[in-house]
């Protein structure tokens, strides 16, 4: 009896430490839960944070065609929504990462106890909802095992509040734009853009399968490091879609048998299109915010509150202006280098060495290294010093970026050889700015050739000379005067010596209209025109046309001896194609906060500066240049690219086009400046240095190393009919006074002539 008792005794021991265990167990999870609730463990998000998680948002540059020119950003994250994802994407993250994503509410405790079970080694228990809130409160998890079950907890109470606050679709759609796919694509649309050129929607089953298999960790399945392995990963998530019934076994085969097909876009900062006009946008944009803070008081960050700026550039003609410059560019580099062989001083003239000296030396104190060495305390005799280390670094080359071994004043030298480039579309009537390239490569050479930088601009300065006296005189272009030498007095001006300029040709003899002279750049009868209409006159005109540079009110200008931009310049022969109407260069349409309320709208601002008859005169005039003169290459073939660069392709236009080349002293300096009615574009090419130059104006003049790049850009703005680029004739001013007929005008006073000496009584 007392052995029957004893052992039931033993048994209820057992019951009430089974329960205690349970219980106490029980407990245990439910306050560790609360611990996790309260925080102790660490900060979770707050419901703020819950209901607005992307944050850091990149803000986006939107072209005049709608596509993204590039981004500023902490992160290269700009977010989709739920129907911007292709059905595939949705259905290869379910069945590989969650599949029963749609049952659960936010913990599937299967998985979980099956992660448990095999602790871990056999895939992890996380729902998608786990992992998107592991990306919330921390990232990474931990590798501490005590501190990694505390994040556990913290993961499976923000996911219960993920599913409360949203919907299966809103979780999907926060997740893909949350999660760091490396390689500057943070969230699905940058990481579609960087890897496949594509917009989300437009993905592929491969595509897709690729860039869900890289949640699993984007670093170790990085495509542009481990490219097979990332393959293997891929096809295991197509096996997942067809065990899901996602797709059929003969596509997933088919689909198994094929390679990543990356077509690698990169989002830097260097990277992409349009490098030189993003970065004076960014500068553009820091003096906006200054000035329009957001409503609470506090400044706009252009890295992470996701504002829009839609631009005026178009992607297209801005993608062909690049072309069209690196073809170019390449080109007659090529040639340059050939020349400096026979150099001894390469790639400079008419300097000694100790010139040279002090060009490397100033180019050295201009330097990232020198400023930063010098801003830790580093004296100048220790700066020298390192410049002469030889040390690994990536130069740049038409042919690629070389992996070398230099020391960093070699680098310096060795980029002065490069010649550099600059091109600038605007549309007349609008002011819009459709293409910019400030340079050759923005990654190697930052300087920006379109608005930063300021050079001679030669003849090209010369039509504002022809405007002023056509506006005042009435000039018309078939008036004559004599080609012959002309000297403007020095106590006219003030001048220190007496002008008497002459012409490139040397040639003199008879009489030009103005335009032959225009279209041969002669010299002496644009002095003869200036002194005419006084040099004041000329720069008031040219300030009014948009060029905001100070210019000497002196004789000489009129052989173009100012240095101006090529921002100024385009926008300036933009007003003699908008009769006359100058409408101020814009590059920007609105700006949009990140839920695409308008934060200010942009609008031109325009003022008349010529005549519409004096603008149809200049532009009758401009169109000689490209007719019989120094722009006729336009006009006519060129076989292969020679060596003494002539004209290099065959361009034979036949639309009307106004234009003026420009070659400054020892061809340091060559423009063109090209319009059709409604496009104005203008070109320069030079070295750094103005002593690095081509040794003879065959190779160095306007026509030779800034004429091509304009042609090649144009035959492929003519080739893309959506652009609309106009071969229509320049629209004739009714009752147009003064004639620009000249083969006409001559007539008449042949036949007036012929009159007079008939007549008896005259």
């Not at 907890?153 to 796919?181: C, G, H, P, S």
């Not at 930052?446 to 300021?454: R, S, T």
């Not at 003199?508 to 103005?514: D, P, Q, V």
């Amino acid at each position: 009896m007392k052995k029957k008792e004893t052992i039931k005794t033993d048994f209820s021991k057992y019951i009430k430490w089974f329960w205690v265990t349970i219980l106490g167990g029980t407990l245990v999870v439910i306050m560790l839960f609360l611990f996790a609730s309260w925080g102790l463990y660490g900060p979770l998000p707050t419901f703020e944070e819950l209901e607005n998680p992307e944050n850091n948002l990149a803000t986006e540059i939107i072209s005049y065609d709608g596509s993204t020119l590039g981004k500023y950003f902490k992160e290269n994250r700009t977010p989709v929504k739920y129907k911007d994802l292709p059905k595939n994407l949705i259905n290869a993250l379910v069945a590989t990462e969650d599949e029963r994503f749609y049952e659960h509410s936010g913990i599937d405790f299967k998985s979980t106890a099956r992660a448990i079970a095999k602790l871990g080694k056999d895939g992890g228990g996380s729902t998608i909802t786990q992992q998107f809130a592991k990306i919330l409160v921390h990232g990474e998890g931990s590798k501490n095992i005590v501190q990694r079950i505390m994040q556990k907890f913290q993961e499976y109470v923000i996911a219960v509040r993920l599913e409360r606050q949203y919907t299966k679709q809103e979780i999907l759609t926060m997740y893909l734009n949350k999660y760091d796919f490396i390689n500057l694509a943070v969230g699905i649309r940058s990481a579609s853009r960087i890897y496949f050129g594509k917009e989300p929607i437009d993905l592929t089953v491969s595509e897709s399968a690729m860039l869900v298999g890289m949640l699993k960790n984007s670093s170790y399945y990085n495509p542009l490091r481990r490219e097979e392995l990332v393959l293997n990963r891929r096809n295991v998530v197509l096996s997942q879609m067809y065990r899901n019934n996602f797709i059929s076994e003969k596509l997933k085969d088919s689909l198994q048998q094929q390679d990543l097909g990356l077509n690698v876009n990169r989002e830097g900062h260097s990277d992409g299109n349009a490098t030189y006009f993003r970065e004076y946008l960014r500068d553009f944009m820091k003096t906006w915010i200054k000035n329009n803070p957001k409503p609470d008081g506090t400044d706009y960050n252009l890295h992470r509150d996701g504002l829009k700026i839609y631009v005026t550039i178009d992607s297209r003609m801005q993608k062909y202006a690049e072309e069209a410059m690196a073809e170019h560019m390449a080109n007659l580099q090529r040639v340059f280098d050939k020349e400096q062989k026979r150099n001894k001083t390469a790639p400079f003239y008419e300097v000694d060495k100790k010139e040279i000296a002090t060009t490397i030396e100033q180019a050295m104190k201009r330097s990232n290294r020198w400023i930063r060495m010098k801003n830790n305390g580093a004296s100048d005799k220790e700066i020298k010093a390192s410049f002469s280390e030889k040390t690994a670094m990536k130069v740049f080359s038409w042919k690629g970026d070389i992996d070398t071994i230099m020391s960093p004043k070699d680098s310096i030298l060795y980029y002065k050889q490069f010649l550099r480039s600059g091109l600038l579309s605007i549309e007349p009537e609008s002011g819009h700015i459709k293409a910019w390239v400030g340079g050759i490569n923005y990654k190697h050479f930052q300087y920006d050739a379109v608005k930063q930088q300021k050079r001679q601009v030669g003849s090209t300065f010369k039509p504002f000379v022809y405007a002023t006296a056509i506006n005042q005189l009435n000039l018309s272009p078939c008036t004559k005067y004599p080609n012959t030498l002309y000297t403007i007095p020095k106590e006219k001006y003030g001048m220190p010596e007496d002008w008497t300029p002459k012409n490139a040709s040397s040639k003199y003899g008879g009489e030009l209209t103005l335009k032959e002279a225009l279209a041969g750049s002669v010299n002496v009868i644009t002095a003869k025109l200036i002194d005419m209409v006084h040099p004041k006159n000329v720069v008031s005109l040219a300030h009014r046309a948009g060029i905001t540079s100070k210019i000497p009110e002196v004789p000489a200008i009129a052989l173009g001896s100012v240095d101006l931009s090529l921002y100024e310049m385009v926008g300036a022969y933009a007003t003699f194609a908008n009769k006359g109407l100058q409408v101020e260069p814009m590059m920007i349409l609105k700006i949009e906060d990140k839920n695409g309320t308008i934060l200010q709208q942009f609008t031109p601002n325009s003022k008349e500066v010529l005549s519409e008859e004096s603008s149809y005169v200049i532009i009758n005039l401009l169109e000689g240049v490209t007719q019989s003169g120094s722009g006729i290459r336009l006009r006519s073939s060129g076989g292969r690219y020679p060596d003494n660069v002539s004209t290099g392709y065959p361009y034979k236009f036949t639309n009307p086009i106004a234009g003026k080349t420009g070659t400054t002293q020892n061809q340091s300096d060559g423009w063109f400046m090209g319009i059709v009615p409604n496009l104005a574009t203008g070109v320069w090419v030079g070295g750094e240095d103005r002593a690095t130059h081509f040794k003879s104006i065959v190779q160095g003049q306007g026509a030779t190393m800034a004429l091509p790049i304009w042609a090649l850009y144009y035959k492929k703005l003519y080739a893309d009919p959506q652009l609309n680029i106009s071969t229509d004739e320049f629209e004739r001013p009714e009752n147009l006074s003064i004639e620009i007929d000249c083969d006409k005008l001559s007539e008449e006073e042949t036949n007036k002539n012929n009159s007079i000496d008939d007549d008896p009584e005259f």
